[in-house]
């Protein structure tokens, strides 16, 4: 089946600082990539969808200045969180739709950041 | 605005034990279902993917049935294992280009 990675699976950062989440499509090509949130014990809380090529669509109430999204190639979209603080410590899941089919999602297998 | 319930919201069955985990959605218009497993600290694994015209579909000890007018569906698992602990999350989406709509999961723990 299709594979999605993510990079780092676990980050710990300084509060102020930023950090980046690559997430890459590794068999197939994915014109749209999606970031999730997701808090102990709920469900995934989408927060952005990304389009190859073109600006990020954010989700009611998600900061896009905070949650900088590029998805500049087919394969690669990156989430960067920018002066992080504790509050943005959660578990971050990305998915990739292929487009060949039935445009299934696949998801990454999550970045676990803590803001110290 | 769709709305995905799971229900049980946790279940907990002795090895063996044949199981059902129901989702329900407000709004029949979807164009399909997916069925995915969650073990913790991890991301998900797409378990089955059913078309909206479709009524099921099949992997192993794993049957997902989808009865779109009433806007339903269920997750089978047969003679449940302990390596089936995870939480079982059903997501529906509206067309090929949207969102997925996720439930809350059932938390699924299977005793030896």
């Known amino acids: 089946g299709a594979v999605v990675s993510q990079h780092p699976s676990r980050v710990i950062c300084k509060s102020g600082t930023s950090v980046k989440i690559e997430c890459r499509s590794l068999d197939f090509q994915a014109t749209t990539m999606f970031w999730y949130r997701q808090f102990p014990k709920q469900s995934l809380m989408l927060m952005a969808t990304s389009n190859e090529g073109s600006k990020a669509t954010y989700e009611q109430g998600v900061e896009k200045d905070k949650f900088l999204i590029n998805h500049a190639s087919l394969t690669l979209s990156t989430l960067t969180v920018t002066s992080a603080h504790p509050e943005d410590s959660s578990f971050y899941i990305c998915s990739a739709r292929d487009m060949g089919g039935v445009y299934e999602q696949y998801f990454g297998p999550g970045t676990r950041l803590t803001v110290t | 605005k769709q709305e995905v319930t799971q229900i049980p919201a946790a279940l907990s069955v002795p090895e063996g034990e044949n199981l059902v985990l129901n989702c329900s959605f407000t709004d029949s218009a979807i164009y399909n279902l997916q069925w995915f497993r969650q073990d913790p600290g991890k991301g998900l694994t797409s378990l089955l993917l059913?078309?909206?015209?479709?009524r099921e579909q099949t992997s192993g000890r794993l049957n997902a049935s989808l009865d779109k007018s009433s806007g339903r569906s269920t997750l089978y698992i047969a003679a449940s294992q302990p390596g089936d602990s995870a939480t079982y999350l059903c997501a529906v989406s509206a067309s090929g280009y949207s969102t997925l709509t996720f439930g809350k999961g059932t938390m699924l723990l299977v005793s030896p």
């Open positions: 059913i078309q909206s015209s479709q």
